[in-house]
């Protein structure tokens, strides 16, 4: 008996080591295991997500300009007042006008203003004196206010020698200014003015402009703005 307890006791301490040394090698393959698990290199990064492309805006074409009017013509034109009391003359250039108002005897104006690209115009002249009127076509239908009185008229396109014409000069010591409308019928208005003081104006001859004033020849010339 004395024998066996020493045996038993070895192989106590036997069976105690191989069941440590299990236990320690199922541990270790688990936390291996775990390790290699958790390991950052053996972590499959996901992909990134694809960013979308921004389309560029299609640049807008400009809008188209709206068309401009054009200017009104150069031309010339003249006619008579509604009543029939006087006469008016306009000359058109470069989208300026310059009038002429003559009843042929002492009341008169000269009026000068822009025109409109619609054919409008309003010329302002000495006085106070105002012409209104509107371009349509081959005439001028307007206005004038002069002296206290409002005079509708009405202005067709002119044809050489029919039109405005003026001369100025000095004749015998006097300050000479006459105006002429020529009328596409051949009639001649127009006030000469004697240092200031109007008169009926002497017939020029349509074709030349040639006038003659106290025996001196002057030329009356178109007018234009």
């Keep these: 008996m004395k024998r066996t307890g020493p045996l038993f006791t070895l192989l106590a301490g036997l069976l105690l080591a191989l069941f440590m040394l299990s236990l320690n090698a199922t541990t270790g393959t688990k936390t291996a295991a775990t390790s290699r698990a958790d390991s950052p290199a053996d972590k499959v990064s996901p992909s990134p997500a694809p960013t979308a492309t921004k389309a560029s805006p299609t640049p807008s074409s400009p809008a188209s300009p709206s068309p401009t009017k054009a200017a009104a013509p150069n031309a010339d034109y003249a006619g008579r007042t ?40 309003k010329l302002t002249g000495d006085g ?8 349509k076509g081959k005439s001028i239908r307007g206005t004038v206010d002069i002296e206290g009185g409002h005079y509708a008229f009405s202005a067709d396109k002119a044809v050489k020698p029919s039109g405005l014409y003026r001369a ?22 127009g006030i000469l003015r004697r240092d200031g003081k109007p008169s009926p104006a002497p017939r020029i001859d349509p ?8 025996g001196q020849r002057l030329t009356a010339r178109p007018v234009t703005p």
Excluded: P
């Design 82 to 121: 509604d009543d029939d009391s006087s006469a008016v003359s306009v000359s058109l250039r470069d989208g300026r006008a310059i009038a002429y108002f003559c009843d042929g005897h002492d009341k008169e104006s000269w009026l000068k203003g822009d025109v409109g690209a619609d054919g409008s115009m």
């Design 128 to 135: 106070g004196s105002v012409l209104n009127g509107t371009l």
């Design 168 to 189: 100025t000069a000095t004749v015998r010591n006097a300050k000479v200014d006459g105006g002429w409308i020529v009328l596409s019928t051949g009639e001649q208005v």
């Design 207 to 214: 074709e030349t402009g040639a006038v003659t004033i106290d």
